[in-house]
């Protein structure tokens, strides 16, 4: 299994910053993707940003120049750093990481997990 503690998020006017953090914890092989995802009322969970272990990130259109993804891997955390926000950002933002495990009956493979989601507000 592996926890995920996300940290950051809160309330800030539009055009300022905030930063999540989540960190990894648990029994697994190796960690294959960290990144966030956000969810607003009345709206699909979508991705925000999406870093792999070779360190390729992804963006969604919407935050590419406003937010940057970064990974420390000696410390299993993902951060994602947000500035130039808009109140279009308002939403609860949910780290996901997929893992490389070995289960007990001996099965390999990659298994997801998700954070329990920080509030991310922006105010007009």
């Known amino acids: 299994q592996v926890q995920l503690v996300e940290s950051g998020g809160g309330l800030v006017q539009a055009g300022g910053s905030l930063r999540l953090s989540c960190a990894a914890s648990?029994?697994?092989?190796?960690?294959?993707?960290m990144g966030w995802y956000r969810q607003a009322p009345g709206k699909q969970r979508e991705l925000v940003a999406l870093?792999?272990?070779?360190?390729?990130?992804n963006y969604a259109d919407s935050v590419k120049g406003r937010f940057t993804i970064s990974r420390d891997n000696a410390k299993n955390m993902v951060a994602l750093q947000m500035n130039s926000l808009k109140p279009e950002d308002t939403a609860v933002y949910y780290c996901?990481?997929?893992?490389?495990?070995?289960?007990?009956?001996?099965?390999?493979?990659?298994?997801?997990?998700w954070g329990q989601g920080t509030q991310a507000t922006v105010s007009s």
């Open positions: 648990g029994s697994f092989l190796s960690i294959v993707t």
């Open positions: 996901n990481v997929v893992v490389e495990a070995l289960r007990p009956t001996g099965y390999r493979g990659k298994f997801g997990y």
């Open positions: 870093t792999t272990s070779g360190g390729t990130a």
